[in-house]
């Protein structure tokens, strides 16, 4: 048996585990930037539901300053029927927006786990699939060798 004969299958070998390490390479970079796209909607949520709840404290001063300015009491039950209403909408408005982008912050760390997953069943198949051909092929040089 001739030495391409036994070279064959190892640089098969070694050609299949470097593309299992390849592919972990490459899922991990994708799982990277899952985790940054999580990061970035966690930000997004605590940033516009500050922004929303000083929207919210701006409309109800403004409301009182209406009130006060047309000699109003702030504390009417009218007056705070209408604070009351307009907190429960904006607090609604607030809850929603801020469970659709932890719900998508979610799902990119899940989507992180799985490529994380796939990166190691790849690395896992190289090597088996690489072992096998190196070890056939050592196999077959003794046999016939």
């Given amino acids: 048996m ?3 004969a036994i070279a064959a299958p190892i640089l098969s070998g070694i050609g299949q585990i470097s593309a299992g390490f390849s592919e972990n390479s490459a899922k991990r970079a994708e799982a990277a930037q899952y985790d ?3 990061k970035a909607a ?3 949520a605590d940033q516009s539901e500050a922004m929303r709840r000083q929207d919210l404290m701006s409309t109800l001063s403004a409301i009182d ?3 006060t300015s047309r000699n109003l009491d702030v504390a009417s039950p009218t007056g705070m029927a209408i604070a009351a209403q307009r907190t429960r909408r904006a607090e ?3 809850n929603t ?3 659709n982008y932890r719900t998508q912050a979610q799902s990119y760390k899940t989507q992180a786990g ?3 997953t796939e990166g190691s069943a790849a690395l896992l198949g190289g090597f088996l699939k690489g072992g096998s051909s190196i070890f056939g092929g050592v196999s077959d040089a003794r046999k016939y060798g």
């Fill in 36 to 38: 940054q796209n999580a």
């Fill in 92 to 94: 609604q408005g607030i």
């Fill in 65 to 67: 300053a209406v009130r």
């Fill in 2 to 4: 001739g030495f391409m």
């Fill in 42 to 44: 966690l930000t997004a």
């Fill in 114 to 116: 799985i490529s994380r």
């Fill in 97 to 99: 927006e801020n469970l």
